[in-house]
Every structure is written in structure tokens, then in C-alpha cells.
């Protein structure tokens, strides 16, 4: 008669299946504080002390069927820990009279092959990852468990949230805070093309607009470079309609004029001007003679 996994050793392997199949279809932790989690955990055990009292009447039953040999040999295992007879079973060897009944009738050069059982870890963890292939598969067939599209457009949904929850507890970029960083060129770059590239081309050489690689400039409202442009696409011109206050009109916000200011710093101060001859619009205003940031 084949001892019985103790109770206890159940019910911790019905708590981790329980984890495992709740994480794939809830894909978060936050189960764990579910009062339906722990009501289904209680519910497991006590239908567990269940099977395991059917098994204790059953076990007795047969017990008293057994020869007084069979039962010593019984008692004598039951004292061994439930963790040693694990270890045995899985890495046991036969003994010489026990090959014999499990040896196969055929051999090659002399090696004989024995009938032997797969190690029952093997066949556990065989049966294990059947069940959880078929959870799986049942979870991403029905779930939106393990999509990676449905995973990337739910973190692109919590990238954008936790943008905007930045932008509300962050004080406004204004004219007074707002900094030359080279950091903000790439940005700045794609927030003109967008905003400005359609007066003053994309590379800034100026159309319909002013060059804005040159250092000749109509409106120098203020005494550094970077803070003139932060003004002028802020304020707008007072000369030219056309230019107008993007930021007064809530068509940008501070912070990407800040940017779009750093690709105009970086175009005219740290790149050769886009001259007539290359293309560029010839030069307006007066040139300028600006303060170091």
C-alpha cells in the first residue's frame, strides 16, 4: 500500500496553482489583496482536509486487509519523513533481484536495457507543464494575457497618463525659467517642422519668413538669443501679423517652445549660416550682437 502526500503538501501546491492560474488572467498581483482570492484559497483547503479524511477512512480500510507482514513493512515506511521518501523514490536503484524482473529480453554489444520507470520528478514536472500549456493557451486565446500588442498600447496608455500627471504637478515653462539644453534639439527639431517650418523652412533658411541661421534679425526684444526666440514665438511679432503668438494662443505650451527655441539656437549659433547662394533667404533686420548664455 503507496503512502500519501501529507495534507499539508497539497494545499501549499493548491495555493501555487491558485497564484499561477489567477496571474494569467488578472496579469497583476493585486489579486492577492481579492477577498474572492482568499475565499477561493479558504474553500480549496477545507475541500482538501475533505479528500484528505476520505483518504485517512480509506487507507484504514485497507490496512486492515493487509498480512501483519505487509502491515510492519507499511508502519516501518510511514515513520520514514515524508521529504526522504520523496528522495528516494525519485533517485531509488533496484536491487540485482529487482533488475531481473525489469530486464528487457534483447541488448546491443552486451548492454542489456532495463524497463525502468520515469523519475517521478520527471513525470511531475511533465505533468505540470502540460496543465499550464493548456492554462496558457486557454488564457491568451480568451484573455488578453501575453498579447504584446495589447500589453505595448496598455503601457503606451500609462506612459501618456504619467506624462500629463508630470505636466500638472510641474510649474509652466516660462520666459523667466526656461534654459538653453542641447538636449532639447532633437524635439525641438520636429516641434518646428511641425510649427515653423512652414515660413521659415525645415533647416531654418527662411522663405516666406526670415533666415533664422543668419545674424540679422527684425524684432531683438531681448539681449540673448535663445530668449528672443522663446519671445518672439510666445509674443509674436509686432510688425508681422504672420507671426504669430503661438504660446498667448495656447498653440504650444512652454515647455515646447523651450525646445523649439534650443533648435533655433543650435541652427544659428552652433551650425554655418544657410547663405543666399545655398539657398537661404537674404538677410532682414539688423544684425544682431547677442549676450552669452
Request: proline letters at 5%; aromatic letters at 14%.
Amino acid at each position: 500500500m503507496k503512502q500519501r502526500t501529507p495534507v499539508f503538501i497539497n494545499i501549499l501546491i493548491i495555493i501555487g496553482l491558485l497564484i499561477v492560474f489567477y496571474y494569467l488572467f488578472v496579469q497583476s498581483y493585486e489579486f492577492l489583496g481579492s477577498p474572492y482570492f482568499w475565499g477561493t484559497v479558504v474553500i480549496s483547503c477545507i475541500l482538501a482536509y475533505i479528500h484528505s479524511a476520505i483518504g485517512d477512512l480509506i487507507e484504514n480500510n485497507k490496512f486492515k486487509r493487509l498480512s501483519p507482514e505487509e502491515k510492519a513493512a507499511y508502519l516501518a515506511e510511514k515513520k520514514t519523513p515524508y521529504f526522504t521518501r520523496l528522495y528516494n523514490a525519485a533517485f531509488k536503484k533496484q536491487s540485482a533481484a529487482e533488475e531481473k524482473d525489469i530486464l528487457i529480453d534483447h541488448g546491443f554489444d552486451g548492454i542489456m536495457e532495463l524497463d525502468n520507470q520515469l523519475p517521478k520528478w520527471w513525470l511531475g514536472l511533465f505533468y505540470f507543464g502540460t496543465a499550464f500549456c493548456i492554462v496558457y493557451i486557454v488564457a491568451f486565446s480568451f484573455t488578453n494575457f501575453a498579447h504584446p500588442i495589447n500589453e505595448y498600447e496598455q503601457e503606451y496608455k500609462e506612459q501618456l497618463a504619467s506624462i500629463e500627471e508630470y505636466q500638472k504637478t510641474q510649474p509652466p515653462v516660462t520666459i523667466e525659467t526656461a534654459k538653453y539644453s542641447a538636449d532639447n534639439i532633437a524635439e525641438g527639431k520636429e516641434l518646428f517642422k511641425t510649427n515653423c517650418a512652414s515660413c521659415h523652412k525645415e533647416d531654418g533658411s527662411g522663405g516666406i519668413g526670415p533666415n533664422l541661421t543668419d545674424n540679422f534679425w527684425i524684432n531683438q526684444p531681448e539681449k540673448t538669443l535663445f530668449k528672443n526666440v522663446f519671445h518672439m514665438d510666445w509674443n509674436g511679432s509686432p510688425t508681422n501679423p504672420a507671426m504669430r503668438a503661438f504660446g498667448k494662443n495656447g498653440e504650444v505650451s512652454g515647455a515646447e517652445i523651450e525646445k523649439i527655441a534650443a533648435y533655433v539656437y543650435h541652427i544659428n549659433q552652433e551650425l554655418p549660416p544657410v547663405t543666399p547662394a545655398q539657398g537661404g533667404a537674404a538677410p532682414q533686420g539688423t544684425e544682431a550682437h547677442w549676450e552669452k548664455e
